[in-house]
């Protein structure tokens, strides 16, 4: 359209648009990755489905081959300095500022997925902080398209941090008991041999 006299308004004399701006957005990313199915509306157990992602504790992603990730959950905010409704779909993984560990794994068990074409399940401790580390059940499976090829990576992370840490506090109990047993068994030991069991066990106990 012409451009009027009016500066600054936007608004011609005639009291029509001055001028007309538009912003153009690549979405190709955001429509797959958030698409339910092809052919329009979705059906109830999608919603469903979506709603226990993102109301889930454990994180979950969907990653193309080239890591980008076309879905993340809120939980990501747990693992990084990004709110899982603020990421921007059109970005790496890379920006989503998790721990360098973290990326790594994710780079190699997407690629994994993708070759392979199967699901891998491991352990794996992550830091979330200066000091904080958690340590859970990361899963990471291939989605294919209609014709059987993998289209993109599905992951999820199950902290397992407090489960971790009370069977090793299971562990560590079991280990004192049995220390106590063994001392009650060294009647006829010398002061010598007490001493050095006990400060062995002092030390085993409490690194």
Known sequence: LPVGKAQGTGWADTGG??????????VSRLRVGTKFRQGGVPRPNDFSYHAMLENSPDLYMRLDRELYPLYVNPAIA????????GFALTSRLEDLNIDERHLEFLRERVRHVFEDRTAVRETLSLSIGSEATVSGEY?????????????????????RTEQHKAEQRAKLNERRLNALYQLTQMENASEGEVLHFVMDSVLSLTS
């Open 17 to 26: 648009p001055a001028r007309v701006a538009g912003v153009g957005v690549d």
């Open 78 to 85: 747990k693992y990084s300095s990004q709110s899982g409704k």
């Open 139 to 159: 899963s990471v499976w291939p989605e294919f398209d209609t014709e059987g090829n993998v289209k993109y990576a599905m992951t999820q992370f199950r902290d």
